[in-house]
């Protein structure tokens, strides 16, 4: 696990690797894992909001939700009742993906392409699994 941008007192952490993540196929989204965990273990019906320069969305931890890719970085608001409001945010990364394209048979036969990796995009993603840190409101807070 490891913190990234926090602007407050809480921790917003993220899981996952990015050798094992190719962002999915689609060159324009990305679906993201959002979970929310406290002091003692997952917290569900936490409400998060997620955002970059693309767009806003909003997600009931833990699900998943798909955002549109961005080089910004993805700025995260998670809040539930009883608990400290925490926000962070997160760098893009890049991927290399297949783009979306038609393929059509030559007259030899052959599928008139080739699959070397000169045909793969890179696109932004985000890692794959985001786990942020709630605590008790009144409860001592870590510094960061």
């Given amino acids: 696990m490891s ?3 926090v602007t407050g007192k809480n921790t917003v952490n993220v899981t996952g690797a990015n050798g094992g993540h190719d962002g999915g196929q689609d060159p324009k989204r990305e679906e993201l894992s959002v979970s929310v965990v406290g002091p003692t273990g ?3 019906d936490a409400k998060c909001a997620l955002s970059n320069d ?3 969305w909003s997600v009931t931890a833990p699900d998943t939700v798909t955002v549109r890719r961005s080089a910004s970085v993805l700025k995260i608001r998670c809040e539930k009742e009883g608990y400290a409001a925490t926000e962070g ?3 893009a ?3 290399k993906i297949e783009p979306k394209h038609f393929r059509f048979g030559t007259d030899a036969g052959g599928d008139g392409g080739d699959d070397d990796e000169s ?3 890179t696109v932004p993603q985000y890692l794959p699994s985001l ?3 709630l605590h008790e409101k ?3 807070q870590a510094t960061n």
């Fill in 3 to 5: 913190e990234f941008m």
């Fill in 42 to 44: 997952p917290i569900t």
């Fill in 54 to 56: 693309k767009g806003d």
């Fill in 89 to 91: 945010a997160i760098e």
């Fill in 93 to 95: 990364t890049t991927a």
């Fill in 119 to 121: 045909s793969l995009i």
């Fill in 131 to 133: 786990v942020i840190t």
């Fill in 138 to 140: 009144g409860a001592p």
